[in-house]
């Protein structure tokens, strides 16, 4: 067991808030993702874990309030360069598939053409191998991992700027994706982008995590911050020790958590039709159509 | 990177999208090749009527590949002929391109392949 920092940014939004210089809240608790225990993050009674308010700057330096970056600064230092040092531990922690996704891909008819938007290690590549995915993810190291699972194949690419080809698609995934981006306007973009990618008859399934999951070992729930960063511990082993000896690495991540109806909002923002959606272990999901 | 991939990809760049230039992206400079894969019939069956017959032509003859059929071949078609059923298979399944770069004809970007990985990220003046 060991202590995790947790920080989280203050609403609202990030970059809506004029790039002022942002508090952050910093709590410790336990038993946060990487090690798992039983033990529940200690919650105060307004379901805010602050125990200190500090600067961005002095705790993580995060931003600055001189050169604050944009969202797509923000999103390389706290999403891609996060999961490009963690590929091959991340990795071998991500084997299960959801059950919604599961079931998704395997209703799909063979020979079907997909795409996987932001595909990580390709986990949902091996649930069906009568279709054939285009997956695509930021991170170099995980895409290599990805291309490994045939017949499919995997690209590095950006998830608002996907090379594939509009209008050519029977299914598209996206899972746990797009709670990565920073601003309501770029989860929005990335929405409409694989809806672009979709053919007529195409069906696309998003999957989001909730803000509602007062089950779940992290507690958040409804009239939480949103926007959050969550730590992913690594450990080093024996070979790579810290400087204190110890052999442990933290790592930030940026999610924003998507409370009830959110997801829904988005697609139809944007143009598209839901068809349906619904909640699976402290995750949102939906499924969509042009 | 499949030679099949490059049958659904364009360039990333919003403004070369919409355009007919942009598609097929034409491999440059690049290093072909072979893995192993069992055959699968019902997928190949299944994929050649998504395919854009067109644009694989097009690469197939840009890679140096001997002139497939004018149209792609229907499913019985390709049922009686084992040999094209055969080929199609290596073609857009067992072939990569495993160094070299795509060129969108209609910006004159170029995207990497590295290690049997292509990098479609832009440059930001790109974005
Ligand atoms: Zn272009």
Redesign the interface.
């Given at each position: 067991m060991s202590t995790i920092d947790v920080v989280e940014v203050q609403p609202p939004a990030l970059w809506e808030a004029k790039r002022t210089k942002q508090r952050t809240v910093v709590w410790q608790e336990f038993g946060l993702l990487g090690i798992f225990t039983d033990q529940k993050p200690k919650i105060k009674q307004d379901g805010i874990c602050s125990q200190q308010l500090l600067s961005t700057t002095e705790k993580s330096g995060v931003m600055d309030s001189v050169g604050v970056p944009g969202p797509?600064e923000y999103e390389e230092q706290h999403v891609h360069e996060v999961y490009e040092q963690i590929a091959s531990h991340f990795s071998s922690t991500r084997y299960k598939p959801w059950p919604i996704v599961e079931s998704f891909l395997q209703s799909l008819?063979?020979?079907?053409?997909g795409l996987d938007v932001g595909c990580g290690n390709g986990k949902y590549l091996t649930v069906n191998?009568?279709?054939?995915i285009?997956g695509?993810d930021?991170s170099?190291n995980l895409?290599?991992i990805a291309?490994q699972h045939?017949?499919h194949?995997?690209?590095?690419?950006?998830t608002l700027?996907?090379?594939?080809?509009?209008g050519?698609?029977?299914f598209a995934i996206s899972i746990a994706v797009v709670h990565h981006l920073s601003t309501p306007e770029r989860r929005k973009e990335a929405v409409q982008e694989i809806l672009r990618c979709l053919n007529a008859e195409g069906k696309a399934l998003l999957y989001v995590w909730a803000l509602e999951q007062k089950t779940s070992r992290r507690g958040w729930d409804e009239g939480h911050e949103q926007d959050v960063m969550v730590p992913w511990v690594m450990k080093t082993g024996k070979k790579n020790p810290n400087e204190d000896g110890s052999m442990e690495k933290t790592f930030q991540r940026y999610y924003h958590l998507y409370r009830s109806g959110e997801l829904e909002a988005d697609i139809a923002a944007v143009g598209g039709k839901l068809i349906d959606s619904g909640y699976e272990k402290d995750n949102w999901w939906a499924i969509f159509q042009r | 990177?499949?030679l099949?991939?490059l049958n659904?990809?364009?360039?990333?760049?919003?403004s070369c999208?919409?355009t007919s230039a942009s598609?097929p992206l034409h491999p440059k400079d690049c290093e072909l090749v072979s893995d192993t894969?069992k055959s699968?019939p019902?997928?190949?069956?299944?994929?050649?009527?998504?395919l854009?017959w067109s644009a694989l032509s097009t690469t197939a003859s840009e890679l140096g590949f001997p002139g497939l059929p004018p149209s792609a071949p229907t499913k019985e078609e390709l049922e009686a002929n084992e040999k094209l059923f055969h080929d199609l298979h290596t073609l857009l399944?067992e072939t990569h391109i495993s160094e070299g770069s795509l060129v969108c004809a209609n910006c004159g970007h170029s995207?990497k392949i590295k290690?049997?990985?292509?990098?479609?990220?832009?440059p930001n003046h790109l974005?």
């Open positions: 797509e008819v063979p020979g079907a053409i191998r009568e279709v054939f285009v695509s930021r170099t895409v290599k291309s045939q017949p194949a995997a690209i590095v690419a950006d700027s996907l090379p594939h080809q509009a050519r698609f029977d | 990177m499949k099949l991939t659904f990809l364009t360039c990333a760049v919003k999208k919409s598609f894969l699968d019902k997928l190949l069956f299944n994929i050649l009527p998504r854009d399944l995207y290690e049997g990985i292509a990098n479609f990220l832009l974005v």
